[in-house]
Nanobody, 121 residues
Framework: QVQLVESGGGLVQAGGSLTLSCAASGIIADINAMRWYRQVPGKQRELVATISKAGDKTYADSVKGRFTASGDKDKKMQYLQMSNLRPEDSAVYYC???????????????YGQGTQVTVSS
C-alpha cells in the first residue's frame, strides 16, 4: 500500500503565492511519474503539471510561467510552487504518483486526498 499526503493549501489573494507539498509513504521501489491535478466542483479534473521519469516537466497552458513542479524521488516528495495566482486557480489540488512496488514492476497510480486552494480577487 501507498499513501500520499498533501499539505500547503489555503486562502491567498490574487497575485500571491503558495507551495503545495506531497509526501509518499509505503511500499515504493520506484516513482515513474509525478503529477498535479486540480478540480473545481462540477468540472472535470484538470492535469496541471507532470514530471516524467526522466525529469521532463510539462504544464497546462493556463499555468505555464506561473507554476513550477518539482520532485525528490529519494525523499518521496513532490512540490508545486504557484505564483501570481488568479481567482480561476481556485480548486482542490491533488497530487499523483505512478509508483512501482518493486524494480521493473508495473506502476500504479496513487492520489492524495486533495488540498483546497482559494484565491480571492
Amino acid at each position: 500500500q501507498v499513501q500520499l499526503v498533501e499539505s500547503g493549501g489555503g486562502l491567498v489573494q490574487a497575485g500571491g503565492s503558495l507551495t503545495l507539498s506531497c509526501a509518499a509513504s509505503g511500499i515504493i521501489a520506484d516513482i515513474n511519474a509525478m503529477r498535479w491535478y486540480r478540480q473545481v466542483p462540477g468540472k472535470q479534473r484538470e492535469l496541471v503539471a507532470t514530471i516524467s521519469k526522466a525529469g521532463d516537466k510539462t504544464y497546462a497552458d493556463s499555468v505555464k510561467g506561473r507554476f513550477t513542479a518539482s520532485g525528490d524521488k529519494d525523499k518521496k516528495m513532490q512540490y508545486l510552487q504557484m505564483s501570481n495566482l488568479r481567482p480561476e486557480d481556485s480548486a482542490v489540488y491533488y497530487c499523483n504518483m505512478d509508483i512501482s512496488p518493486a524494480i521493473n514492476a508495473y506502476g500504479k497510480n496513487w492520489y492524495g486526498q486533495g488540498t483546497q486552494v482559494t484565491v480571492s480577487s
